[in-house]
């Protein structure tokens, strides 16, 4: 008998440890430090440069913790942002998180071709192929779950989620107790699968 979604969802959650890190940061310190960000990330974190890197703001600050803490010390590769974390105390780190956190999204457009495709698949899940429901993690609109670190997927550029649900699939972005869940939820996706998610978040609000 197949696990049902929801019970397959709660199985995920009980064998990893996702504690919620406590906010705390100050986001009026955070947006000094934030000047270099906006190279490639845009005024804000909301337009960056290429559509590769990230929105950053609306996130939710404890993913955006977690995520600096992980990049700082090696355990997330990004080579872009080799060195630029160097010399950060937790509490710089917890500033920035915070002033990201408070900056508006700006939501994209999707295309319409694949949009009903992915919101059976975001909303639903694949009982069949054994995949949750995105949206119970994230939310049925994509704001995320910011207590629990789970990061605003609507909005969100595009190709930077292509490109991400891709390592996650591949095992590249790999090493948390989040990314362990999207390993196994990611490498149950097609291309096509994750062409049409990525399309249909972009422009989910």
Request: proline share 6%; hydrophobic share 35%.
């Given at each position: ?6 019970g397959y969802l709660l199985m995920l959650l009980a064998g990893t440890s996702l504690a919620a890190t406590p906010g705390g940061g100050d986001p009026v310190a955070g947006e000094s430090s934030a000047a270099v960000c906006a190279g490639c ?165």
């Open positions: 008998m197949k696990q049902p979604m929801a990330h845009g005024q804000g974190g909301a337009a960056p440069t290429m559509g590769l890197y990230p929105k950053l703001s609306g996130l939710g600050e404890a993913y955006l913790f977690r995520q600096l803490q992980a990049i700082q010390s090696g355990q997330r590769e990004v080579p872009q942002m080799t060195g630029l974390l160097n010399g950060l105390s937790e509490a710089d780190l917890r500033d920035l998180a915070a002033y990201f956190n408070e900056q508006p999204m700006t939501v994209g457009q999707a295309s319409p071709d694949t949009v009903e495709r992915a919101q059976a698949l975001y909303r639903g899940g694949d009982l069949k192929r054994g995949i949750p429901a995105c949206s119970a993690c994230h939310s049925p609109n994509g704001q995320g779950n910011g207590p629990a670190g789970f990061p605003r997927l609507g909005g969100q550029s595009a190709e930077y989620l292509a490109a991400q649900l891709k390592a996650y699939r591949s095992g590249e972005r790999a090493g948390s107790a989040q990314a362990s869940i999207m390993t196994d939820i990611a490498g149950k996706l097609t291309d096509d699968d994750i062409a049409a998610l990525a399309n249909y978040l972009s422009g989910l609000h």
